[in-house]
């Protein structure tokens, strides 16, 4: 889930004057070794489809496998599971530590691309106009190269790290997430784990005329569950309509769920993300925000603020009905009317709450409300300086002055199951595009700028060496 790249934009306009020319305008040639390799490892990556249906995830880790391995490293495996598969390196500190490990995340799964819709084989890796082309060139295989190169890089030259490195490459990321879930609770110990850092979020943004909107830093992630809305009855014969109609009770029910708003909540990350905000806000956007950052109980400020599009979901869990079934003939009264209700829940909201509020909006016409799947709690993961100080020095050695913004995802990525399990998780990708014409993460013709592949390799190199190397 590659979205954060750009949909976080309006919370990190930073009045800076726009730049005579956007960052893609500027052409980069480069003989860097290092980048020649990256290059090379990302055109590879592009090429498998390691998509649903036909996901060669096996075969991407198994030839990422081979990389690592011939650059020396010698603890990697590929772990098959579910028709797919994941890649685990282990890089152990030089000498012995007292320090936990870092993890480094990303996911070498995409969603779909048929040749038929694009302009190009989106399982080939184009470059055009100062782009690189394909499925994957932003989410993630951007990311699985970043690291790849990176560790490769810093063995080569000689790093020593003074806690083990842990990579973590999953198959299924875009779908179910299983692979995931098997590392935070089967093939590695979070006890172990000091912090992960997520390649699958993060990111910044320029707009078209050159004006920088800023980075952010993926600290929290709302928690998604899935519940099922049932309504049943004994049915009959259309001829002979009753009260208590299966859908005519589910659709009172959904309407209720329509016109609840939960309680708003706060947390670390959405009161630095709104502080932020304030600076570009229109008044009356500024004068919610303000309001609710000085009384976290001020419900009308938060609907407000709610009431924005770009702001939705950042103030409180949000649910909504997203799929729809009911009835068994077309005369005949139906017997069952089911709605999936998929919720977003805020960070620290427990599932247990949430699961009663629905049963209670939907007990009046006797609709029963029952999770599809268990959730899995996750707090936000707290702004630590170590990392924000790496970040940032990285991040500011290739865009002096830019913007840093703590960030919520609306969405979720592989970084949710490892913080359900206590492991801190940043989303610290450094990659860019100019919006709104690069936000292309799961549609046609996605691209991501040269610079931007090129600089975040640079960037990952510096972020494990600040991260796992001797202080400076």
Known sequence: MRLVLIAAAAFLATSTAAAARTPVEVDMQTSDRWHVKAREIYARSIAFQTVEGRNQSPQMAAYLMAEFRAAGFTDVIVQAHDETAALILRWPAARPSVKKAILLLAHMDVVEALRADWSRDPFELGEEGGYFYGRGTGDNKAGVVAITVALMRLRAEGFQPDRDIVVLFTGDEETSGRGAELAANQWLDPATIDFALNSDAGGGAWLEDGTPLGFGVQTAEKVYQDFAFTATNAGGHSSRPREDNAIYALARALERLARHRFEPMQNETTRAMLTDRLRTAEPALAGAI??????PNDGEAADIIEA????????????????????????????LARATVNCRLFPGHDPAAVLALLRGLAAPDEVAVEP?????????????????????????????????????????????????????????????????????????????????????????????????????
Do not use: K
């Not at 702001?311 to 009264?333: D, F, K, M, S, Y």
């Open 308 to 335: 924005t599009p770009t702001e939705i979901g950042i103030t409180r869990t949000r649910c909504v009905a997203t799929r729809l079934e009911g009835g068994h003939a077309n005369n005949a009264l139906p017997q």
């Open 290 to 295: 303000t309001r609710w950052l000085a009384d």
């Open 372 to 472: 599809i799947a268990p959730a899995r709690p996750a707090n936000a993961s707290p702004l630590r300086e170590d990392v924000m100080n790496a970040f940032r020095a990285e991040l500011h050695a290739r865009h002096p002055g830019a913007a840093i913004v703590p960030s919520m995802s609306m969405g979720a990525t592989d970084g949710l199951f490892f913080r359900s399990r206590g492991v801190p998780v940043y989303g610290v990708d450094s990659t860019w595009g100019i919006s709104p014409i690069d936000e292309r993460a799961h549609g046609r013709d996605e691209r991501l700028p040269v610079r931007a592949f090129y600089q975040n390799v640079d960037h990952w190199v510096g972020l494990v060496r600040r991260l796992a190397g001797p202080a400076r």
